[in-house]
Protein backbone atom coordinates (compact mmCIF):
# COMPACT_ATOMS: atom_id res chain seq x y z
CA UNK A 1 0.00 0.00 0.00
CA UNK A 2 1.39 3.63 -0.82
CA UNK A 3 2.22 5.63 2.16
CA UNK A 4 2.69 9.34 3.41
CA UNK A 5 5.53 11.13 4.44
CA UNK A 6 4.93 14.29 6.87
CA UNK A 7 6.96 16.19 8.66
CA UNK A 8 6.34 15.54 12.75
CA UNK A 9 5.55 19.07 13.86
CA UNK A 10 5.78 22.85 12.54
CA UNK A 11 4.65 26.05 13.87
CA UNK A 12 2.62 29.17 12.46
CA UNK A 13 1.45 32.59 13.90
CA UNK A 14 -1.96 33.58 14.02
CA UNK A 15 -3.64 34.89 11.09
CA UNK A 16 -0.67 33.73 9.02
CA UNK A 17 -1.09 31.36 6.15
CA UNK A 18 0.45 27.66 6.66
CA UNK A 19 1.56 25.17 4.11
CA UNK A 20 1.14 21.50 5.46
CA UNK A 21 3.66 19.23 2.94
CA UNK A 22 2.69 15.50 2.03
CA UNK A 23 5.14 13.08 -0.01
CA UNK A 24 3.01 10.11 -1.59
CA UNK A 25 5.91 9.26 -4.15
CA UNK A 26 4.47 5.66 -4.22
CA UNK A 27 0.38 6.75 -5.14
CA UNK A 28 -1.36 4.84 -7.76
CA UNK A 29 -3.24 6.45 -10.34
CA UNK A 30 -6.31 5.69 -8.52
CA UNK A 31 -5.66 6.95 -5.25
CA UNK A 32 -7.08 9.92 -3.61
CA UNK A 33 -5.18 12.04 -1.26
CA UNK A 34 -7.22 13.28 2.09
CA UNK A 35 -6.44 15.22 4.52
CA UNK A 36 -7.75 14.96 8.15
CA UNK A 37 -7.30 16.90 11.33
CA UNK A 38 -7.40 15.61 15.04
CA UNK A 39 -8.07 17.90 17.76
CA UNK A 40 -7.11 16.69 20.87
CA UNK A 41 -9.46 14.01 22.56
CA UNK A 42 -11.47 14.30 19.41
CA UNK A 43 -11.85 11.48 16.27
CA UNK A 44 -10.80 13.07 13.23
CA UNK A 45 -12.51 15.65 11.09
CA UNK A 46 -11.99 15.98 7.21
CA UNK A 47 -10.64 18.70 5.90
CA UNK A 48 -10.58 18.24 2.02
CA UNK A 49 -9.59 15.90 -0.61
CA UNK A 50 -8.41 15.48 -4.11
CA UNK A 51 -7.72 13.29 -7.28
CA UNK A 52 -5.08 15.54 -9.42
CA UNK A 53 -6.30 19.05 -9.81
CA UNK A 54 -6.13 21.80 -6.95
CA UNK A 55 -9.23 22.32 -4.87
CA UNK A 56 -10.53 25.02 -2.72
CA UNK A 57 -13.26 24.41 -0.21
CA UNK A 58 -14.32 26.88 3.17
CA UNK A 59 -11.85 25.12 5.58
CA UNK A 60 -8.74 25.48 2.86
CA UNK A 61 -6.69 24.62 -0.38
CA UNK A 62 -4.89 21.64 -1.58
CA UNK A 63 -2.24 21.99 -4.01
CA UNK A 64 -1.44 18.62 -5.41
CA UNK A 65 2.00 18.38 -7.36
CA UNK A 66 1.46 17.79 -11.45
CA UNK A 67 3.32 14.05 -11.38
CA UNK A 68 1.03 13.40 -7.81
CA UNK A 69 4.09 12.56 -6.11
CA UNK A 70 3.78 15.53 -3.33
CA UNK A 71 0.70 17.65 -2.35
CA UNK A 72 0.63 21.00 0.16
CA UNK A 73 -2.40 21.40 2.56
CA UNK A 74 -2.68 25.43 2.84
CA UNK A 75 -4.64 27.31 5.56
CA UNK A 76 -5.23 30.69 4.57
CA UNK A 77 -5.14 32.18 7.75
CA UNK A 78 -4.16 29.97 11.02
CA UNK A 79 -6.07 30.76 14.01
CA UNK A 80 -5.66 29.07 17.30
CA UNK A 81 -8.59 26.40 16.68
CA UNK A 82 -6.53 25.01 13.91
CA UNK A 83 -4.14 23.27 16.36
CA UNK A 84 -4.27 19.95 15.89
CA UNK A 85 -2.58 17.24 14.55
CA UNK A 86 -3.10 16.88 10.54
CA UNK A 87 -2.75 13.47 8.41
CA UNK A 88 -2.76 12.90 4.96
CA UNK A 89 -3.75 9.82 3.70
CA UNK A 90 -4.37 7.94 0.65
CA UNK A 91 -7.71 6.46 -0.11
CA UNK A 92 -7.79 4.11 -2.95
CA UNK A 93 -10.45 4.39 -5.52
CA UNK A 94 -10.43 1.20 -6.84
CA UNK A 95 -12.08 -2.01 -5.38
CA UNK A 96 -10.24 -1.34 -1.82
CA UNK A 97 -11.53 1.79 -1.14
CA UNK A 98 -12.35 1.84 2.65
CA UNK A 99 -8.36 0.60 2.98
CA UNK A 100 -7.17 4.10 4.24
CA UNK A 101 -4.00 4.17 6.46
CA UNK A 102 -3.00 7.05 8.41
CA UNK A 103 0.66 7.80 9.05
CA UNK A 104 1.58 9.90 12.27
CA UNK A 105 0.85 13.34 11.38
CA UNK A 106 1.91 16.48 11.67
CA UNK A 107 1.14 18.55 14.68
CA UNK A 108 0.43 22.21 14.05
CA UNK A 109 1.21 25.04 17.05
CA UNK A 110 -0.32 28.28 16.20
CA UNK A 111 1.17 30.98 17.92
CA UNK A 112 -1.30 34.21 19.27
CA UNK B 1 -28.97 13.18 12.20
CA UNK B 2 -26.71 11.23 15.33
CA UNK B 3 -23.87 10.49 12.41
CA UNK B 4 -21.29 7.93 13.82
CA UNK B 5 -21.90 6.72 16.97
CA UNK B 6 -19.76 4.74 19.54
CA UNK B 7 -20.26 3.01 22.60
CA UNK B 8 -19.42 2.45 24.85
CA UNK B 9 -17.24 5.64 25.37
CA UNK B 10 -15.10 4.32 28.56
CA UNK B 11 -14.16 0.71 29.61
CA UNK B 12 -11.96 -1.55 31.65
CA UNK B 13 -11.35 -5.12 30.64
CA UNK B 14 -9.31 -7.79 32.74
CA UNK B 15 -6.78 -9.79 30.87
CA UNK B 16 -8.84 -12.24 28.83
CA UNK B 17 -12.19 -10.68 29.00
CA UNK B 18 -13.91 -10.64 26.08
CA UNK B 19 -16.24 -7.53 24.66
CA UNK B 20 -17.81 -5.96 21.89
CA UNK B 21 -17.47 -2.46 20.90
CA UNK B 22 -20.30 -1.29 19.32
CA UNK B 23 -20.56 1.14 15.99
CA UNK B 24 -23.54 2.50 14.64
CA UNK B 25 -24.08 5.16 11.72
CA UNK B 26 -27.56 6.63 10.31
CA UNK B 27 -25.95 8.12 6.80
CA UNK B 28 -26.58 5.15 4.66
CA UNK B 29 -22.84 4.90 3.98
CA UNK B 30 -21.47 2.32 2.59
CA UNK B 31 -18.03 1.68 3.85
CA UNK B 32 -17.25 0.99 7.59
CA UNK B 33 -13.55 0.97 9.23
CA UNK B 34 -12.40 0.33 13.18
CA UNK B 35 -8.85 1.87 13.87
CA UNK B 36 -7.10 2.28 16.89
CA UNK B 37 -4.99 5.29 18.39
CA UNK B 38 -2.17 4.67 21.31
CA UNK B 39 -0.71 7.49 22.49
CA UNK B 40 1.16 10.02 20.56
CA UNK B 41 0.53 7.89 17.63
CA UNK B 42 -1.53 7.74 14.55
CA UNK B 43 -4.79 6.00 13.82
CA UNK B 44 -3.87 2.16 12.51
CA UNK B 45 -6.31 0.49 10.81
CA UNK B 46 -7.74 -2.71 12.22
CA UNK B 47 -11.24 -4.10 10.34
CA UNK B 48 -13.11 -2.23 7.30
CA UNK B 49 -16.18 -3.40 5.56
CA UNK B 50 -17.11 -1.68 1.53
CA UNK B 51 -20.99 -3.26 2.25
CA UNK B 52 -23.13 -5.46 4.02
CA UNK B 53 -21.40 -8.87 4.59
CA UNK B 54 -17.73 -7.92 3.15
CA UNK B 55 -15.19 -7.33 5.70
CA UNK B 56 -11.58 -7.26 5.58
CA UNK B 57 -8.38 -6.79 7.29
CA UNK B 58 -6.38 -3.82 7.90
CA UNK B 59 -2.66 -3.31 9.53
CA UNK B 60 -3.51 -4.96 12.71
CA UNK B 61 -6.36 -7.30 12.84
CA UNK B 62 -5.10 -9.99 15.01
CA UNK B 63 -7.05 -10.31 18.14
CA UNK B 64 -9.79 -8.77 16.80
CA UNK B 65 -13.42 -10.37 15.10
CA UNK B 66 -15.96 -7.78 13.29
CA UNK B 67 -18.89 -8.53 10.97
CA UNK B 68 -21.43 -6.61 9.02
CA UNK B 69 -25.15 -7.63 8.81
CA UNK B 70 -26.48 -4.40 8.22
CA UNK B 71 -25.60 -1.12 6.59
CA UNK B 72 -25.67 0.85 9.89
CA UNK B 73 -23.63 -1.70 12.13
CA UNK B 74 -19.92 -2.68 12.49
CA UNK B 75 -19.39 -4.06 15.82
CA UNK B 76 -15.90 -4.84 16.98
CA UNK B 77 -14.97 -7.88 18.75
CA UNK B 78 -12.49 -8.63 21.27
CA UNK B 79 -11.45 -12.26 22.03
CA UNK B 80 -9.46 -12.40 24.41
CA UNK B 81 -8.46 -9.06 25.70
CA UNK B 82 -4.85 -8.13 26.33
CA UNK B 83 -2.90 -5.27 27.66
CA UNK B 84 -1.65 -4.87 24.48
CA UNK B 85 -5.05 -3.60 23.09
CA UNK B 86 -5.39 -0.90 25.51
CA UNK B 87 -6.04 2.23 22.85
CA UNK B 88 -8.32 4.57 22.05
CA UNK B 89 -10.77 2.96 18.95
CA UNK B 90 -12.36 4.65 16.22
CA UNK B 91 -15.03 3.92 14.02
CA UNK B 92 -15.49 5.78 10.86
CA UNK B 93 -17.93 5.40 7.58
CA UNK B 94 -18.35 7.24 4.45
CA UNK B 95 -19.76 6.67 0.52
CA UNK B 96 -16.70 5.44 -1.78
CA UNK B 97 -14.05 7.93 -2.03
CA UNK B 98 -15.67 10.68 -0.40
CA UNK B 99 -15.09 12.11 3.21
CA UNK B 100 -15.17 9.92 6.38
CA UNK B 101 -16.93 10.22 9.63
CA UNK B 102 -15.27 9.41 12.69
CA UNK B 103 -16.99 8.72 15.98
CA UNK B 104 -15.87 10.05 19.10
CA UNK B 105 -14.01 7.15 20.13
CA UNK B 106 -14.12 4.45 22.62
CA UNK B 107 -11.04 4.34 25.21
CA UNK B 108 -10.26 1.14 26.58
CA UNK B 109 -8.14 0.02 29.38
CA UNK B 110 -6.70 -3.71 29.63
CA UNK B 111 -5.28 -4.57 33.30
Known amino acids: DAKTTQPNSMESNEEEPVHLPCNHSTISGTDYIHWYRQLPSQGPEYVIH???SNVNNRMASLAIAEDRKSSTLILHRATLRDAAVYYCILSPGNTNAGKSTFGDGTTLTVKP | NAGVTQTPKFQVLKTGQSMTLQCAQD?????MSWYRQDPGMGLRLIHYSVGAGITDQGEVPNGYNVSRSTTEDFPLRLLSAAPSQTSVYFC??????????FGQGTRLTVV
Open chain 2, 27 to 31: MNHEY
Open chain 2, 92 to 101: ASSYPINEAF
Open chain 1, 50 to 52: GLT
